[in-house]
């Protein structure tokens, strides 16, 4: 998974990286320059000062050649023996040496050659004090790059606290629209740059979509209204009907199953206004949902799916179980399963089991396979087999019911024969 980071944390890293890494590019830069110049300007100094001490010893061999900073000799050609041999071969210029000092340390020393009027000349610079000067210069920016760095961190603290606190700002109103339910305009409290273009986006976002929820909700209203007007009518005809005393059976079984269609279409369009509206309702105060009667009405009302298939529908109460909501929203979960169950089985028996925290639906129809078990709860997902049709939405209305309440849907394959089993948890 993704390590997530909060934009602060990554403004003063990168904050804090920039400093160090351009003070440190800046040192690294100032003592390469240093070095570079020092070298130009000892070398060239040598250099002057050999060829002088030459032309000095030609012109006037009294006077001495060397001086208080630098080693003098003037040597001729004849008398070179006398010098070191590593020096013997050395052509004019200025050369690198590494010579033991009288303190028994290894030095480093500049060596000026000149050949000249037969004569020859040396001089010698030891830049051993100088590389201990680099020494302490290079711990001197060391710790001056460190100690940038350490500013960069804090300054790139400060800056942050203070450029994401307009951010923080938006993020705190909108978490206080959650609170009150009521949005209200974001633009007029915050200055005209980005964060004020945030906040009007979030506005106009904000109109639309209320909008949107508002012409919703007023078509689910009209919706509840004009449909449950025509079903009441339905159903209250329906009733007067039954009550005839010269109605056939077959007639009679008939107006039987108006009445239950009738009160599916109602108990279905209750549960779909609670899925628009995200609204988790209880039954009236006092009154729990048993599942066993709900499930033996469901069954009945699907009795004439079987038709002449030869099939037998049982309803096993091992325990009894209430729950806490509608009898609607669970007629409709369990007109689904059961329907499907009987839908999809050609023969044998379809079980519905009520336990102590569950109910189970148990078929004997083709089947599932165990990697398609979650996705038939998915939108538009058809399941395979024997009468399998329609738009592969009961499941999905089953799956948001179910986590609407808090409860837990499975399906999955038998493993004793051929079927399936569906099952609702209830927390």
Not at 79 to 90: D, I
Not at 206 to 224: C, G, Y
Not at 305 to 326: I, T
Request: net charge neutral; proline share 4%; charged share 25%.
């Amino acid at each position: 998974m993704r390590s997530r980071r909060k934009l602060r944390f990554r403004l003063v890293v990168s904050f804090a990286l920039f400093g160090f890494g351009l003070s440190a590019l800046f040192a690294f830069a100032a003592l390469n320059i240093r070095d570079r110049v020092e070298d130009q300007l000892v070398t060239t100094a040598l250099q002057q000062d050999v060829d002088q001490a030459v032309e000095q010893v030609h012109t006037d061999p009294s006077k001495p050649a060397g001086s208080t900073l630098i080693e003098a000799w003037m040597r001729s050609e004849r008398t070179l023996y006398n010098m070191p041999l590593a020096w013997q071969g050395l052509d004019s210029g200025v050369h690198d040496i590494y010579e033991q000092a009288s303190d028994g340390k290894a030095h480093h020393y500049k060596l000026a050659v000149r050949r000249k009027y037969g004569l020859i000349g040396f001089i010698r610079y030891d830049v051993t004090r100088e590389e201990l000067g680099k020494q302490q210069l290079l711990f001197s920016v060391i710790g001056a790059v460190f100690l940038f760095g350490l500013l960069s961190l804090v300054l790139g603290l400060w800056l942050s606290r203070k450029v994401l606190k307009p951010v923080s700002e938006l993020a705190r109103r909108l978490r206080d629209f959650r609170k009150t339910g009521k949005a209200e305009p974001l633009a007029p409290h915050f200055a005209d740059d980005e964060v004020g273009e945030l906040a009007l986006a979030l506005d106009e976002y904000s109109h639309r979509l209320t909008a949107m929820v508002e012409r919703d909700r007023e078509f689910n209203s009209d919706v509840s209204h004009e449909l449950r007007t025509p079903l009441a009518v339905i159903a209250s005809t329906t009733e007067l009907l039954q009550g005839s005393p010269d109605l056939t059976d077959k007639l009679r079984e008939r107006l039987k199953r108006i009445e239950r269609s009738s009160r599916q279409a109602t108990e279905l369009i209750e549960a779909l206004l609670l899925l628009s509206r995200a609204e988790r309702r209880g039954p009236t105060r006092g009154e729990t949902t048993e599942v066993a009667k709900v499930a033996s009405d469901v069954i009945e009302s699907q009795r004439p799916q079987m038709r002449d298939k030869p099939l037998s529908v049982e309803l096993v109460v091992k325990q009894p179980v209430s729950v806490n909501a509608p009898a609607s929203v669970l007629a409709v979960a369990l007109t689904n399963l059961i329907g499907n169950a009987i839908k999809y089985t050609l023969e044998g028996m379809v079980t519905v089991e009520v336990g102590s925290d569950r109910i189970e639906v148990i078929d004997t129809g083709p089947g599932i396979k165990p990697e398609d078990a979650e996705r038939l709860f998915q939108r538009g997902v058809r399941g395979e087999g024997a009468g399998g049709s329609g738009a592969g939405l009961g499941l999905a209305i089953v799956r948001r019911l179910c986590d609407l309440y808090g409860w837990e849907v499975s399906m999955r394959p038998r493993t004793d024969t051929n079927g399936a089993i569906a099952s609702i948890v209830f927390s």
